[in-house]
């Protein structure tokens, strides 16, 4: 178990330049989220995947953001015409449901800086 | 809806010492489930401990305790112990079971210090 991984890590882009990241969760795991997190704060629901299918999407995923889980494994975060605002840590979380806990197991998220 | 606050946003502890770390919760869920994350500067969230809303006993792990006071919507985390390594971001998370659908909440977090 190499646990979630997140590529890239730190991602530097110009203002209007779209971007895309990657998330690897654990392998067994058949959920997955994005969160994304700005300094000095929690990490807030960006989407959430069970297995294919994308079940929830926040208000803070606007149209500029789209992802995509294809295969029901990795899964692609999207973000176009990037703004200053989209600066932020972008999280990726898996988990494997049980009725219980549900825990998520966080990547180690990518970094992204709009200019 | 559902909110989590910690009002610490930083908390300073001798090595060796105990801290313990506040979280209240609110939501109108009868079932649910409570988190707490390290975040060290390196930026990676760490589980840490989990309890869930019927669970009757405290949560622990290792050196990590959690008390529940569900009455008062309290999810406090007890650090025992403390070592330089635990200088980090501590986040309270909750999942809402009917309600909060899929999405895990959190908190602002506390900044822990560790003093030698």
């Known amino acids: 178990d190499t646990g979630v991984s997140q590529d890239p890590r730190h991602k530097i882009t110009k203002r209007g330049q779209n971007v895309t990241f990657r998330c690897d969760p654990i392998s067994e795991h058949n959920r997955l989220y994005w969160y994304r997190q700005t300094l000095g704060q929690g990490p807030e629901f960006l989407t959430y995947?069970?297995?294919?299918?994308?079940?929830?999407k926040s208000r803070l995923l606007s149209d500029r953001f789209s992802a995509e889980r294809p295969k029901g494994s990795f899964s692609t975060l999207e973000i176009q015409r990037t703004e200053q605002g989209d600066s932020a840590m972008y999280l990726c979380a898996s988990s494997s449901f049980s009725r219980q806990t549900d825990t998520q197991y966080f990547g180690p998220g990518t970094r992204l800086t709009v200019l | 809806a559902q909110k989590i606050t910690q009002t610490q946003p930083g908390m300073f502890v001798q090595e060796k010492e105990a801290v313990t770390l506040d979280c209240t919760y609110d939501?109108?869920?009868?079932?649910?489930?409570l988190f707490w994350y390290k975040q060290p500067s390196s930026g990676e969230m760490i589980f840490l401990i989990y309890?869930?809303?019927?669970?009757?006993q405290n949560a622990t792990e290792g050196r990590y305790s959690l008390n529940f006071q569900k009455a008062r919507k309290s999810a406090n985390l007890v650090i025992s112990a403390s070592q330089l390594g635990d200088s980090a971001m501590y986040f309270c998370a909750m999942r809402g079971i009917n309600t909060g659908g899929f999405k895990t909440i959190f908190g602002a977090g506390t900044r822990l210090f560790v003093k030698a």
């Open positions: 309890q869930g809303s019927y669970d009757e």
């Open positions: 939501t109108s869920d009868q079932s649910y489930g």
């Open positions: 995947f069970q297995n294919e299918a994308q079940l929830e």
